[in-house]
C-alpha cells in the first residue's frame, strides 16, 4: 500500500503497488533480472488479471486470493512452502 494525494479533499488515501520480479538466474535461464511496478487505486483480484494477461508461465505469489482465477492453463502456481500449508 502507498499513501497517494486524494485532490480536493485535502487528505490522502490507500493505492497499491502490484510488483512483478523476474529473476531466472537461480534456475539457469540467460534473461536479466527485472522488476516492474503496476499502480492501481484498490487491491482487487481484476488487477492482476489486467496485468498478467498476456502472460504465460510460472508464478510465484502470495495467498491472496485474487490471484487464484489465474491459474489455469496459462499460468502455473508455484506455491511456497510457507503458504501451501495454509490450504
Given at each position: 500500500?502507498?499513501p497517494v494525494l486524494a ?40 488487477r492482476p488479471a489486467g ?36 490450504k
Amino acid at each position: 500500500p502507498v499513501p497517494v494525494l486524494a485532490p480536493g479533499a485535502g487528505r490522502t488515501r490507500t493505492g497499491r503497488l502490484w510488483t512483478y520480479v523476474r529473476d531466472e538466474r537461480g534456475a539457469g535461464g540467460e534473461a536479466p533480472p527485472a522488476v516492474l511496478f503496476h499502480y492501481a487505486p484498490d487491491r482487487k483480484g481484476e488487477r492482476p488479471a489486467g496485468h498478467l494477461a498476456r502472460f504465460r508461465g510460472d508464478l510465484h505469489a502470495d495467498g491472496y486470493a485474487g490471484f487464484d482465477r489465474l491459474y489455469g492453463d496459462r499460468i502455473a502456481e508455484v506455491a511456497c512452502w510457507a503458504h501451501v500449508r495454509r490450504k
